[in-house]
Every structure is written in C-alpha cells, then in structure tokens.
C-alpha cells in the first residue's frame, strides 16, 4: 500500500522516498518536473510555478481566491470528484 505525503510543496512516496511532481504555489497543481520553474528566494524558501502565468501573477500579488481562471478550475475539479463518487456509489448498489 502507497501512502503520499505532502512536502515542502512536493509528493512524495512513503516507501521509496522518491520525488514525484512538485505543486505549482500559485494554483495548486501538480505538474510534472522537467517543465515549470523552480524559484529560490533570499531567505532559502523555494516556489514552484507550473507556467510563466503563475509565476507572473504571484509576483504582481494577485490573490489565488480573486483570479478568474483559478477559482473555475477548482469548479471544474470539485465536479469531477462528485461525479466520479456518485458514479462509484452507483456501481455499489448495481453490484448488490
């Protein structure tokens, strides 16, 4: 069994350790290493930014809560989560 754990902005796997995806600071989305930015602050704090608009709205010091795209993303996931659990809900009952 896998547990994940959140860290320091990173996913980690319990058993081996290793470094999965990093989570973008700005809107919380995992992406996958190689692409986005890694930003290194003075005092040794580090931000992940998936795109360019991430890190571009964080640095004018917009607000996660107040942007458009961000907030309808969430929508858009929160949906998806009760749909997926309706339809395993759905598939119980079909199995009894």
Same mark, same amino acid.
């Given at each position: 069994?896998? /547990? %994940? /754990?959140?860290?320091? $902005?990173?996913?980690?796997?319990?058993? $081996? $350790? !290793?470094?999965?995806? @990093? #989570?973008?600071?700005?809107?919380?989305? !995992? *992406?996958?290493? @190689?692409? $986005?930015?890694? #930003?290194?602050?003075?005092?040794?704090?580090?931000? *992940?930014? =998936?795109?360019?608009? =991430?890190?571009?709205?964080? &640095?004018?010091?917009? /607000?996660? %809560?107040?942007?458009? +795209?961000? #907030?309808?993303?969430?929508?858009?996931?929160? &949906? %998806?989560?009760?749909? &997926? !659990?309706? +339809?395993?809900?759905?598939?119980? #009952?079909? %199995?009894?």
């Amino acid at each position: 069994m896998k /547990l %994940k /754990l959140k860290r320091e $902005g990173w996913e980690r796997d319990r058993r $081996g $350790g !290793a470094n999965k995806m @990093p #989570v973008c600071s700005f809107c919380k989305k !995992a *992406y996958e290493f @190689p692409k $986005g930015t890694t #930003v290194v602050q003075k005092d040794s704090s580090v931000r *992940y930014f =998936c795109s360019s608009k =991430c890190r571009k709205n964080m &640095e004018m010091g917009r /607000l996660t %809560k107040k942007v458009k +795209w961000v #907030v309808k993303s969430d929508i858009v996931k929160s &949906e %998806k989560v009760k749909r &997926e !659990a309706d +339809w395993k809900a759905r598939n119980e #009952v079909a %199995k009894k």
